[in-house]
């Protein structure tokens, strides 16, 4: 079996292009390193940055499904609410308000539908015009070739639960950088062990997944998957928590990494099968298409946001 083959067969069993997806997540951890090595300030932007495109990426596939939120208003509120965060001297206290004062916004703004030009259209026909019949047809907005129609409320419902997907669990990305006195090591965990986790289970899934998890919402999916995430994961905490923390805290929290190893690996797998379902039940593949080998923003960092505020609650309940 020569080179091109083996590599074909890889991205078969791991159901992504490999050598695109390795690029692209080398430069994603070097944009990274290079903004907390700046300041911590840039990281925070660049979560901003980040989850605006995420928001574009979801305002476009739920239109797919006739579906609206209102994007310029989510991403004005959830861009100030995540500013804030990190600005405002008490910081959880102005986060919940930021939370509880976007949800009152966004009930009428979802309401309204307001469209510009016709970019929303034609990423809309572009979406559709890539995605996979079958998919499509096993969605459950699939109305026999007519035009997918949604009600108000549904529109309403829709932006509720994208305030929580994106504003409330990356609000919980830039918490950790707020206190414990070590804002480096806490974007790192909050970033690179879900990441790490993504990883342990694609290698181990790969080379060793026999038992499916769960076949229907996900069938790349395995328990030795599972088992994966949760080592490497364990073994990503042990490493920051080494170069972070003194022999006081080894002393007194030596398991802290075990648990955030699990907790990660367990969290991180059950956001990408949330993420699974929610792009099976709209009829899509990927969230978007930005990221090379890994579609889209939201595709790369669901798991980051699900265990955000695991790792969040954890580091703060352990004085860390």
Not at 71 to 78: K, P, Q, R
Not at 87 to 102: D, I, K, Q, R, V
Request: overall charge positive; some cysteine.
């Amino acid at each position: 079996m020569d080179q091109h083959e083996q590599i074909d067969t890889i991205n078969k069993r791991t159901g992504r292009n490999m050598p695109q997806a390795i690029a692209t997540g080398a430069l994603l951890v070097a944009i990274i390193l290079a903004a907390l090595a700046i300041r911590t300030d840039v990281f925070v932007f660049l979560i901003v940055l980040f989850m605006t495109l995420g928001l574009w990426e979801l305002r476009i596939d739920f239109a797919t499904v006739g579906l609206h939120i209102p994007f310029v208003a989510l991403s004005l509120c959830s861009a100030a609410t995540m500013l804030a965060t990190y600005y405002a001297p008490w910081h959880f206290a102005t986060m919940s308000l930021g939370m509880m004062a976007t949800v009152v916004l966004m009930l009428p703004a979802s309401t309204a539908r307001l469209s510009f030009g016709t970019r929303v259209p034609m990423a809309v026909a572009r979406k559709l015009s890539a995605s996979d019949a079958s998919i499509r047809r096993a969605s459950s907005f699939n109305q026999e070739g007519q035009a997918p129609k949604a009600s108000r409320l549904a529109n309403v419902g829709v932006t509720l639960f994208t305030v929580l997907y994106i504003e409330v669990l990356a609000c919980y990305l830039i918490f950790p950088l707020t206190f414990g006195g070590h804002p480096f090591a806490h974007a790192c965990m909050s970033v690179f062990l879900p990441a790490l986790s993504d990883t342990g289970g694609l290698f181990f899934g790969a080379a060793f997944g026999k038992h499916k998890l769960s076949p229907r919402i996900s069938p790349k999916k395995s328990y030795e998957g599972l088992a994966g995430s949760m080592l490497f994961a364990m073994a990503g905490a042990f490493a920051i928590f080494a170069c972070t923390y003194g022999p006081e805290q080894w002393a007194t929290r030596w398991w802290v990494p075990i648990l955030a190893g699990v907790l990660v690996g367990l969290v991180g797998t059950y956001g990408d099968l949330c993420a699974s379902l929610i792009k099976r039940d709209l009829g899509i593949k990927d969230m978007g298409h930005l990221l090379k080998g890994h579609g889209g923003v939201l595709d790369r960092v669901d798991s980051i946001l699900m265990c955000a505020p695991v790792i969040a609650l954890l580091l703060y309940a352990t004085g860390l």
